[in-house]
């Protein structure tokens, strides 16, 4: 008997996780989303952790209320081949680490309510501009 309860599967936890990005992103609570779904806020953690895996139905109810496509919650799976060995490690890690902090969720919220591209692009560049500074000091 092969015993599969003790750990999450990594790919369960990575949709996961990328439940939690995108309704963290859109400001809404795990009572909202489960509301939606049918379901109680302690099913929306257990998806989260990973701890239950999110089914094909369910996980398509999820992108269509969290507005985005499935695909988004396999991208930067984990033991995903054929990407470069140059790429930068684990960037969805840096992506959620910065949505979990208050400055990082307080900044992307305000960036996409900029609904002009060039002043997007603008931001960018003072932001690269800053950090580039910070480094050489």
Not at 7 to 30: A, E
Not at 34 to 56: C, D, H, M, P, W
């Amino acid at each position: 008997m092969v015993e599969n309860k003790k750990k999450p599967n990594p790919i369960d936890i990575h949709v996961g996780s990328r439940i939690r990005l995108r309704r963290t992103m859109l400001g809404m609570s795990q009572e909202k989303l489960g509301e939606s779904l049918g379901i109680t806020f302690q099913q929306i953690q257990k998806y989260e952790k990973g701890t239950n895996r999110v089914g094909a139905s369910r996980l398509q109810n999820i992108s269509s209320i969290l507005n985005v496509p499935v695909s988004f919650f396999f991208e930067d799976v984990p033991g995903e081949g054929g990407g470069s060995g140059l790429a930068e490690p684990s960037s969805s890690n840096y992506v959620v680490d910065f949505l979990s902090s208050s400055e990082g969720l307080q900044l992307n919220r305000a960036f996409v309510r900029i609904s002009d591209p060039k002043v997007r692009r603008k931001l960018v560049d003072l932001v690269k501009a800053l950090a580039a500074e910070a480094e050489s000091e």
